[in-house]
């Protein structure tokens, strides 16, 4: 992430995510994903349609500079910042989530941070904290700010909460602020940022830490897909009619996340409450995620006794059912699907619209 005035180097998060292709597999996108300016009036507010946050031309003394839509659809929108006078630069990021959890993608934020693209962060004085963001959850959010070396960038930090299914992050980094003064800063700015009322409450937000046995890795075998597996797969974007939001994308009410060992700078994968039996993988910075674990449906249908392994992936506008797993698949697996494989359904976020495709060639043998 990099200051607004190189709107797309310091200030930003490399939006990473996988695009979809017309034959229905996935790609991984150009290092970083297309972006069309918003034309709006330097001195009027803009108003995000779905979700009713105002970006305003000026909060907390920070000036509206510029602001970018990552698709059509305004599901992936950043607006930048900057306030001359402390050599500061805030970047706004709203986003539709594949999973609205605010500790997962607060962690992966972070590792990309880490990186040093604006200089080495010092995580040994890097400060965590909890808050409660202007929607009004209780301790939904999460703020970290550290000290950086190397570059004339001095300090940098990221606030990040929930919003039912949505996510809206800030990025802030300054050549004259020390982190302390920062944290100032960048609380006050995202208290200040027009923000509507949650929907609905959110689980209270969390840093995650190492989870203390690596998950298994050895390699599953596919089941051969069928049409009961397309059809069942395209129930995953089933939502009550009376909801406003992707219910399939809120985190579970329960889930406390452990960061496995396979993590790496591009992806990461947790486990909640340290199980072996399920896990997500959270990818790039921008809220695709893949679920996969254990499934009872296709069994209780079919009268099979054998064990089924279910991986759905959630961007930010589609839903994607795979081919069954025989057991847990090795991470390894699961991120060569997300790029490579080939989904059985898809469907459009908040739309009834489903597609149903049979990959051909797939068989029970081991998947690569």
Known sequence: MAGPAACCKAGDMIRVRPVLLASLTFALAPASAHADPIKVDVEADWHHAQTKFVFAPQVSRFERIAMKDYGNAELDVTAAYS??????????????????????WHDRILAFIERGELGTLDTSQTRTSTFTPPSGQPSAGIRSVGPLSGTSAKSTGIAIYPFADWLLAVR???????????????????????????????????PILACTKPLPNKAAK????????????????????DETYDSGALPPKDADWCRDPSSTSEYGVYRSKGTRSSYIVAVGDSGTTASVGRETLSGAISGSL?????????????AYAFPRFTRLPAVSQVVAQIYKGQPISSATRGSPDTTITLPSGLSDEEAS
Do not use: C, W
């Open 83 to 104: 306030d001359g006078a402390t050599q500061t630069e805030a970047t706004v990021y709203l986003f539709h989530a594949g999973l609205a959890d605010a500790s997962v």
């Open 172 to 206: 802030m980094t300054s050549h004259s602020l020390d982190p302390d003064a920062l944290d100032v800063r960048l609380s006050t700015f995202v208290e200040e940022l027009s923000a509507p009322r949650a929907p609905i409450g959110a689980p209270k937000a969390y």
């Open 222 to 241: 596919f089941y051969k897909p069928t049409m009961m597996d397309a059809l069942l797969g395209a129930t995953i974007n089933l939502t009550n009619k």
């Open 306 to 318: 054998s064990p089924s392994f279910q991986m759905t992936v959630r961007t930010v506008d589609h």
